[in-house]
């Protein structure tokens, strides 16, 4: 059996180049900017979207998907301390009680497309609560172009320790309503998937915790991953080689601390691939649109298994 310390140094080998620090969130989406193919006509894209209402909306129809949305959905203010965090909550339309799952955004704040990903998370039967984490520090209510200008600059001033914070707050509101199971998972994309696999870490053996999901963000550092103790999936797109390129790594240290690390790299999907499903345009990315048809159901999935 290895010692603690030899555990610790493989870790760092394995990850060493790899794992990039929260600090550096301002990078993680620098490869949406860069997606330019398109194989199909907007109609086409508008005939896909209707035949996939079971996924989450991509960026270019999230607010019509929010505007048609059977289920409520409402804006709280949670409190953290003597401060507080605005979250958009969802519920589902089940007769039983839910688990919850908390839904942490990308640098680009609290979108119109997050809200929506929250929805479809309340549509596939669960409680969904996504936490504005730029609370105070960025007006609300703004378009998600404001949004897209102004938030990674500020995402970069976010403390830690402070954002699991809020994260545990939201997490206990939601599974206080008396329509909620005592059970919650976590999801997030990009920089908010390094969030998403951090709060693993920090929630280490809470009974209430379940599970995580990492959408193309990057793994905690070496010292913090056997603080991981409930099943993390994580996805990828294949052309996203900075974020992918931390898997390898990540699986080696999570295997041998005997946890449980799933993980899929969609091939010739990018960086951000379950929002870019389309572009601004209406045209379809079809490599991202097939990694959101096989990944959301995998979440699903993942969610149900461990949470129930």
């Keep these: 059996m290895r010692s603690g310390h030899a555990l610790l140094a493989l870790f760092t080998l394995c990850l060493a180049g790899a794992c990039s620090r929260h600090a550096e969130a301002a ?16 109609d086409a894209a508008r005939d ?7 996924l989450p909306a991509g960026g270019a129809d999230a607010e019509l998907r929010l505007s048609k949305s059977p289920r409520h959905g409402e804006w709280v203010m949670v409190k953290v ?6 979250a958009w909550v969802v519920y589902p339309q089940v007769s039983g009680k839910a688990p919850v799952i908390v839904v942490v955004h990308e640098i680009y704040g609290l979108s119109n497309w997050a809200r929506a990903v929250a929805d479809q998370f309340a549509a596939d039967g669960f409680i ?7 609370t105070g520090k960025i007006t609300a209510n703004l378009s998600d172009s404001a949004l897209k200008a102004q938030a990674p600059a500020l995402i970069r001033t976010l403390d830690a320790a402070d954002i699991q914070r809020k994260l545990d707050a939201v997490a206990q ?3 206080a309503f008396p329509s909620a199971e005592k059970k919650y998972g976590i999801v997030g994309f990009c920089w908010g998937g390094g969030i998403s696999f951090a709060h693993a870490a920090h929630a280490g053996t809470s009974p209430q915790f379940g599970a995580s999901v990492v959408y193309y963000g990057t793994p905690p550092s070496a010292d913090q991953l056997p603080n991981v103790h409930a099943p993390v999936l994580g996805l990828y797109g294949g052309t996203d080689a900075r974020i992918a390129l931390t898997v390898p790594g990540t699986d080696s240290a999570m295997k041998a601390l005997g946890r449980t690390y799933e993980h899929t790299i969609f091939a010739g999907a990018a960086h951000g691939f379950l929002r870019a499903q389309t572009q601004e345009d209406g045209s379809i990315m079809q490599a991202n649109l097939d990694a959101t048809k096989q990944a959301w159901p995998m979440t699903i999935a993942w969610f149900r298994k461990y949470l129930r």
């Design 48 to 54: 896909a979207a209707r035949q996939a209402a079971d």
């Design 173 to 175: 509101y939601a599974m």
């Design 81 to 86: 301390g003597s401060d507080s965090v605005r």
């Design 27 to 42: 990078d993680q989406h620098s490869g949406h900017e860069a997606m330019t193919s398109t194989i199909a006509t907007p």
């Design 128 to 134: 969904a609560i996504a936490p504005d984490l730029l």
